[in-house]
């Protein structure tokens, strides 16, 4: 009843429910979008393509929340937002200019934010030539013209400038309209729409595997995969919310005849600090060799083939990248020499630890630690659930990637829903009783 109530509580503040029902209007547009067909595309041709696909392909339009089997508009998705976003952060470890961009504040931010959508331009027309092609290319294919139809009906450079203008304005839309999200919104646009895909596939996959069955639905087979779900979903949020809480101290000065600091604080350190990011990331660089095999490069053809099996190779590589990105991503964010000197400015210290140097080796060594444990958890949880549901022949929308990701971002946007509420006097989504969902106790 106390939850109910909470909820209720979100129709009693006008900015909240003004932000959940724009969020849910960019939502609205956005699936209104996936089902608008690139021209000059046979969408019945496609379906029955991707339909029958796992792995790479399979990943990829559960992401684009099935715009890549109905080639529309959204094809893409957000993937080439991704990989801008991917190269920008490299480039913050080997360029001094956008390193010191992202120490600039508000200013810098916005810097960086612009030049990732230039990014994301750029990549949408190379992936989108490549999309082309791939798709002129099934016409002569096993699986495209010998088996289903012709996907293209008149190939050639007409089509191919037409795909490259409507699917990179798509991207295009899709990246404003996640930004717009953010900012008018509740919780993180970008994230929001990768939930409503995998989410809107939901019924469909179950149809399909009532379907492919025949109606006869075995009750051992149900019961396991919804033990492993359950499980799943447990162990994602007790590692989302899992934190080390590193004791700070602030050293007592007077100015005047009043004394300040010497309080008792915390460094929350969480056990997963790069949250969903690394299975995105490393979905989306996936489908680089996918792309590179459109262009006829030596090789990648029979490695995109592999891939596309969606077998032990693309698991292993798949839960290898996790892993990287999990390092990657936490070393990129956070900067234990950067924390180690805001301390000492703010005359605070880690006790036992000297300030500066030690402090800032002493954060390192915890956080890798943790960052250890972080990725062997998200590399397992995306990748194990898969394989089981493979086993079983489960529709994909309930691997561990898809759990992983609307666990996460549910629990991201009711913490943001909570704190709206909080700080106009209400009691949050979960009442005056119970623990809250961030951490804090009535």
């Not at 096993?142 to 190939?155: C, I, M, S, T």
């Not at 969606?310 to 070393?331: E, K, S, V």
């Not at 691997?399 to 549910?410: D, K, P, Y």
């Amino acid at each position: 009843m106390a939850v109910a109530g909470g909820f209720s509580n979100i129709t009693k503040v006008p900015e909240l429910r003004r932000r959940i029902l724009f969020t849910l209007m960019i939502i609205a547009i956005y699936r209104v979008g996936v089902f608008i067909t690139t021209p000059g595309v046979d969408r019945a041709v496609m379906r029955s393509i991707v339909s029958g696909q796992g792995g790479l392909l399979g990943l990829f339009n559960l992401f684009s929340g099935g715009a890549l089997e109905n080639l529309s508009i959204f094809a893409l998705g957000i993937m080439p937002y991704i990989s801008a976003s991917i190269i920008m952060q490299l480039l913050g470890m080997v360029s001094k200019q956008v390193e010191e961009m992202r120490k600039e504040g508000e200013a810098g931010r916005r810097k960086l934010e612009q030049y990732t959508r230039y990014g994301t331009i750029v990549l949408s027309g190379f992936q989108s030539f490549g999309v082309a092609l791939y798709l002129e290319g099934l016409n002569d294919a096993d699986v495209g013209g010998g088996r289903f139809g012709d996907v293209v009906a008149n190939p050639g450079w007409g089509f191919r400038l037409l795909t490259m203008l409507t699917l990179t304005t798509g991207t295009a839309l899709i990246m404003w309209l996640g930004e717009q999200a953010t900012e008018r919104g509740i919780g993180n646009g970008i994230s929001l729409i990768i939930l409503a895909s995998i989410v809107s596939g939901v019924p469909g996959a179950l149809s399909g595997y009532w379907q492919a069955n025949a109606g006869d639905i075995q009750p051992l087979t149900v019961a396991m995969l919804t033990a492993v779900m359950l499980i799943s979903v447990a162990i994602v949020v007790f590692f989302e919310r899992a934190q080390r809480q590193i004791p700070i101290q602030y050293a007592r000065r007077q100015v005047g005849r009043r004394i300040y600091g010497g309080q008792s604080a915390h460094l929350p350190l969480k056990v997963n600090m790069a949250s969903m990011i690394p299975p995105i990331f490393a979905s989306s660089l996936l489908l680089f060799p996918t792309t590179l095999a459109n262009f006829n490069v030596p090789g990648m053809a029979t490695f995109a083939a592999h891939l596309n099996r969606g077998d032990w190779l693309f698991n292993t590589l798949f839960g290898a990248l996790i892993i990287f990105f999990c390092f990657f991503y936490t070393a990129v964010t956070f900067q234990p020499v950067d924390v180690a000197d805001n301390l000492k400015k703010q005359q605070a210290n880690i006790p036992g630890i000297r300030p500066g140097k030690q402090t800032a080796e002493f954060l390192d060594r915890v956080l890798t630690r943790l960052t250890v444990g972080g990725a062997i958890y998200v590399a397992a949880i995306c990748v194990v659930p898969s394989v089981i549901a493979q086993t079983l022949r489960v529709p994909f929308q309930f691997g561990g990637t898809s759990l992983m990701i609307v666990v996460g971002v549910a629990l991201e946007t009711v913490n943001q829903i909570e704190a709206h509420l909080i700080t106009r006097s209400y009691e949050g989504l979960t009442g005056p009783q119970t623990t809250r969902l961030s951490g804090r106790r009535a």
